[in-house]
């Protein structure tokens, strides 16, 4: 039996938004805990020296077409936003500060700031779109921005980004099984079938 199911991602990444549907799910009927792990790939395109999807020759206007058809076909709702790709930076340090004292409720806060990304189109770029997503949660908004701003959050974020390129995530969304790495929300079946069948 797996230890647990690390789930790393990028809040600008649709294709972890997708991932979002079945990750938990999965980890419930394995019954191993889900560890989410949102990075920056802005620092992991320095070193494969990959770009923003969309901003690539011919698989841009491939993934124009598939990631509404994605949606579409997992049910969810879906809205590319207007600035795209935009940075997430200050949402990833939102859920590190967070996640020291509340693990569950940053899970809460990664999927509320996908739903208003993805699925509804939102700007969550700007420190003030991520506090208040984060307060229509409930958390407290200068305790939140407080955290964002703190130079601690800040090391903690570069520590995490480090700790994936070390594990050699080069993409979003990525999951390992124990050691065992699956890139790609299409890869959730293997997933799923690994920890059914203990690995093949």
């Known amino acids: 039996m797996a230890r647990?199911?690390?789930?790393?991602?990028?809040?600008?990444s649709p294709y972890g938004y997708f991932a979002t549907a079945r990750i938990d799910e999965i980890g419930r009927k394995h019954g191993v805990p889900v560890r989410w792990h949102p990075i920056l790939l802005g620092a992991v395109f320095k070193i494969t020296g990959a770009g923003p999807l969309p901003t690539l020759p011919l698989k841009g206007g491939y993934f124009t077409h598939d990631v509404p058809r994605s949606a579409r076909a997992l049910g969810l709702p879906f809205t590319l936003p207007a600035r795209f790709p935009f940075g997430t930076v200050t949402a990833c340090r939102a859920f590190?500060?967070?996640?020291?004292?509340?693990?569950?409720?940053?899970?809460?806060?990664?999927?509320?700031?996908?739903?208003?990304?993805?699925?509804?189109?939102?700007?969550i770029c700007p420190v003030e779109?991520?506090?208040?997503?984060?307060?229509?949660?409930?958390?407290?908004?200068?305790?939140?921005?407080?955290?964002?701003?703190?130079?601690?959050?800040?090391?903690?974020?570069?520590?995490?980004?480090?700790?994936?390129?070390?594990?050699?995530?080069?993409?979003?969304?990525?999951f390992f099984v124990d050691d065992e790495p699956f890139w790609g929300h299409d890869r959730l079946d293997q997933v799923d079938l690994w920890l059914e069948k203990g690995g093949w």
Do not use: M, N
Request: proline content about 4%; glycine content about 10%.
């Open 4 to 12: 647990a199911i690390d789930f790393y991602f990028d809040f600008s």
């Open 96 to 123: 590190y500060f967070v996640e020291k004292s509340d693990p569950a409720g940053a899970v809460r806060l990664a999927r509320a700031l996908y739903d208003a990304a993805f699925g509804k189109g939102r700007d």
């Open 129 to 174: 779109a991520v506090v208040g997503i984060a307060a229509e949660l409930g958390f407290d908004p200068d305790w939140v921005q407080a955290g964002i701003q703190a130079h601690e959050t800040k090391e903690l974020v570069k520590t995490e980004v480090d700790a994936a390129i070390g594990r050699q995530v080069f993409g979003s969304p990525f």
